[in-house]
């Protein structure tokens, strides 16, 4: 099984502020097969990038995703009000599929 | 526009049973593999099961192994999860997702609205 970290835990910044999250993973995500999930209180997640880099359908391109092998990052350029979340990584690379711990961008 | 409708959940005593219905609408049903991913409360993302668009494959995670079971009417856009032999740790709330593209193991692109399952004596 794939073990997923995600870091830091929380991530307290500004809005306008250029906000890092990273995932890493136990053993190397075969074809970069990572995605990121948005999630707001009492929503169902929502699928932001897909193949580590590619943005899913109506996502803003303030936010982007890089890595390969075991290392990953999303990056949101300009944080707007509504981007304030929880955002998860998972791999399907391999089953069981597996999800990142999760990281909070909270309002500084 | 792509729906998908949750529903099912409650409060049940441990080693009690319950069935989870995804209604799906707005895409070719059969045409794709579904998921249910669960959320304890509080806590982040868990895999639970997943089934190929004809229904002739399936795949669980170790936890539910056993006792929980995926299906899926596609003359009914419908997706199932058969929970038997609830524990206190299945409590969270049930997801179920739309794959992305063709393959079973795969990320998800549209997701239900949570059903929530209580197991508590």
């Known amino acids: 099984e794939i073990v997923l970290t995600q870091s830091p835990g929380t991530l307290s910044l500004s809005p306008g502020e250029r906000a890092t999250l990273s995932c890493r993973a136990s053993q190397s995500v075969s074809s970069s097969y990572l995605a990121w999930y948005q999630q707001k209180p009492g929503q169902a997640p929502r699928l932001l990038i897909y193949g580590a880099s590619s943005r899913a359908t109506n996502i803003p391109d303030r936010f982007s995703g890089s890595g390969s092998g075991t290392d990953f990052t999303l990056t949101i350029s300009r944080l707007e009000p509504e981007d304030f979340a929880v955002y998860y990584c998972?791999?399907?690379?391999?089953?069981?599929?597996?999800f990142g711990g999760g990281t909070k961008v909270e309002i500084k | 526009e792509v729906q998908l409708l949750d529903s099912g959940g409650g409060l049940v005593q441990p080693g009690g049973s319950l069935r989870l219905s995804c209604a799906a609408s707005g895409f070719t049903f059969s045409s794709y593999a579904m998921s249910w991913v669960r959320q304890a409360p509080g806590k982040g993302l868990e895999w639970v099961s997943s089934i190929s668009g004809s229904g002739g494959s399936a795949y669980y995670a170790d936890s539910v192994k056993g006792r929980l079971t995926i299906s899926r009417d596609n003359s009914k856009n419908t997706l199932y999860l058969q929970m038997n032999s609830l524990r206190a740790e299945d409590t969270a709330v049930y997801y179920c997702a739309k794959a992305y593209g063709d393959y079973v193991i795969t990320c998800f692109d549209y997701w239900g609205q949570g059903t929530l399952v209580t197991v508590s004596s």
């Open positions: 998972q791999q399907y690379g391999s089953s069981p599929l597996t």
